[in-house]
């Protein structure tokens, strides 16, 4: 999805950096009625080429403008292949150059329990890591039902993969005014 030439108020950008994760923007325009923000979202590029083009549809930061981001805190996990460590590591360091390159320095690393907490995701002792992001998938599906994604049953696969970045967007847009 491509972001419109319009002039814009504030754009808040949430990433999910794993290889299942995604990228999210909400992008508010300058006042004009009861205009609702437009929503732009992509599950994780697996290239530099594809970081770049998502973050180079963003115009720079001016008096005009903000951009702002919410990048989720991760480390490895002691049940992570040494392939999926790496590939996890590449991604978090291209998504930080990226933020950096395209001159987006109001960003801040968040860790999951803060930005979940923040948004309204209850913590559920025992539950399994499949279940949570089940609620986090019906959270972000109700929080932007206009999204012609949950309209579409067999995009659950990318819906899983977005419903973080989304809800991350959001946590910015709440928290980085």
């Not at 930080?96 to 801040?108: C, G, Q, S, V, Y």
Request: proline letters at 5%.
């Amino acid at each position: 999805m491509a972001m419109s030439k319009k002039p814009i108020r504030r754009i808040s950008i949430g990433i999910d950096p794993g290889t299942y994760g995604g990228l999210a923007a909400i992008v508010e325009y300058p006042s004009s009625g009861d205009r609702e923000p437009e929503v732009l979202y992509e599950t994780m590029p697996d290239s530099e080429k594809g970081i770049f083009k998502w973050f180079s549809q963003f115009p720079m930061n001016s008096s005009d403008n903000q951009i702002q981001a919410s990048l989720e805190f991760v480390h490895s996990m002691p049940k992570m292949g040494v392939k999926a460590m790496f590939t996890f590591g590449q991604n978090y360091g291209m998504l930080k150059m990226a933020l950096t390159a395209f001159h987006i320095t109001d960003f801040e690393l968040v860790r999951p329990e803060a930005w979940q907490r923040s948004v309204g995701l209850k913590f559920v002792s025992g539950e399994e890591k499949k279940d949570r992001k089940e609620r986090l998938r019906k959270m972000a599906s109700r929080k932007f039902k206009e999204l012609a994604i949950w309209k579409t049953p067999k995009t659950r696969g990318v819906q899983l993969k977005i419903a973080d970045a989304l809800l991350l967007a959001l946590y910015c847009q709440k928290t980085r005014r």
